[in-house]
């Protein structure tokens, strides 16, 4: 694997300084910026625009021990119990004593999370949780309505600068090995120093060929720190949502049926009518994610279908509306009447819970790198994610990654200590078709790293994508396309081998071959 993605012949137009640079503009990037000290210069960089991202599609809600029969305790057992065991204690206490207050900070910020009649607010359930904990905005639209606020926030302050359609090619460090910030393409190449770099790029939906993510979600953020030295964990768990609403020939980003749905009374039957779930789980529709995810496969092998149904008609058209608008909406777009029809769905890829190895600060093993949210590996998750758990690890760990920074000063470093790439001797380019590598790429994953995996499978998968990232290392890239198909190829090279090494099945780590 090479160091940089750029090569040291490409022009580099200039540079600009900040204390502070955080890629990514989602719920992880905008509130770590707004906890940073207002006497830090701070630069958010998005891919894209501000719509584009997991946190913007976000349904579910936030989890949070806020009401009164709900203690941080109850919420810790939770997680423990859908972490199957390998989650990091401190890091669940953490997240769990400090969520209620990041939740009242949100409060505070006018998100405008949804009431109940007494004009408190409401509360819901998901999947794996024993007590309703779950804060909404707009009935299934809290990413979107939390990051327009953070954001509307966040232009407000005039230490923050948000940067639009800005991609982050490498990051780049001085000669003691100290992060110095990123070298990005804005439609030309321009360093941005920094002593402080915060990746908060999100997922890695984009490697499979159905994903609740956007496709720009490549792990461009993961693959670059990773090319820094940044040590990853648990990249081999990798939660497949149950319910992706299924659409015949549909390929990319699949529309999500959140779990919220089954927490109003959902029920998940088989083609022929039949309530499967109620004899796989104590919790029954509402278990841990893996464990539905799996048993819907196996219903979907035995009456040999391509979806199962999940059935909310017991529900008025007037309830589900109002509390699933967008779910509602886009249903009915696609000729489906949930108040009357059952919704056809299957598992898809929808979220990385391993990523950059972080402490409870954020902080890597490269001194001034950090990571927060879906591209940070905290031990919060353990083996599987406890729904609506990943917006509260957004918040918690973006608030004390900024408190870190707040309290520990550095200086900009100078464009002249910035290690450059050494030559090269590239002579071919990249790909003329890199959507053709992407696409193979894809194509590999779905087939090699998803809900069940094996032995051959997963040692095939990593052959041909090492035989991809060999060709890659050869090439000079020198579109945003070139280097994105190198990310993609990186982070799965490292979901295959991790799944490779773990032989045994655990959360949403499941080896068909090694079930125990």
Known sequence: MRRFAYEPDMEIKGSRSYDVCIIGNGVAGLYTALNLDPGLSCIVLSKEGLEISN?????????????????????????????????????????????????????????????????????????????????????????????????AVAVTRPNITLSGNTFVVDIVQDVAGRTAGVLVNDGEYNIILAPNVVVCT???????????????????????????????????FIQFHPTGLYLKNKIGRTFLISE?????????????????????????????????????????????????????????????????????????RNGIDIPKDMIPVCPIQHYMIGGIKTDLDGRTNIEGLFACGESASTGVHGANRLASNSMLECLVFG??????????????????????????????????????????????MNSKANVVRTEKGLTSGLLEIRAIMAGIDKSRLLTKEDVETYNMAIVAEKILLSAKRRRKSIGAHYREDQRR
């Open 55 to 151: 946190s913007w599609l976000a349904q579910g809600g936030i989890a949070a021990a806020i009401s009164k029969d709900d203690t941080p305790v109850f919420h810790f057992n939770d997680t423990l119990v859908a972490g199957a065991g390998l989650c990091d204690k401190n890091a669940v206490r953490t997240l769990v004593d400090e969520g209620p207050h990041d939740i009242q900070k949100l409060v505070a910020l006018n998100v405008p999370f949804d009431l109940d009649d007494e004009g408190e607010l409401a509360i819901t359930r998901e999947g794996g949780h024993n007590r309703n904990r779950i804060v909404h905005c707009g009935g299934d639209s809290t990413g979107r309505e939390t990051v327009k606020v953070l954001a």
């Open 202 to 236: 999100g997922g890695i939906g984009g490697i499979y060929m159905h994903s609740t993510n956007p496709s720009l979600a490549t792990g461009d953020g993961i693959s670059a720190a990773v090319r820094a030295g940044a040590k990853v964990d648990k990249m081999e």
């Open 260 to 332: 919220a749905v089954r927490g109003e009374g959902g029920i998940l039957r088989n083609r022929f009518g039949d309530a499967f779930m109620k004899n796989q789980h104590p919790l029954a529709d509402l278990a841990p994610r893996d464990i539905v995810a799996r048993a819907i496969i196996k219903e979907m092998h035995k009456t040999k279908s391509e979806f199962v149904y999940l059935d909310i008609s017991a529900k008025s058209a007037e309830f589900l509306e109002k509390r699933f608008p967008t779910i509602y909406g886009e249903c009915r």
């Open 399 to 444: 608030r004390r990654c900024a408190s870190y920074i707040n309290s520990h000063p550095a200086a900009i470093p100078a464009l002249s200590d910035v290690v450059q790439p050494p030559a090269s001797h590239r002579k071919q380019n990249a790909s003329k078709d890199p959507q053709a590598i992407k696409k193979k790429i894809q194509r590999i």
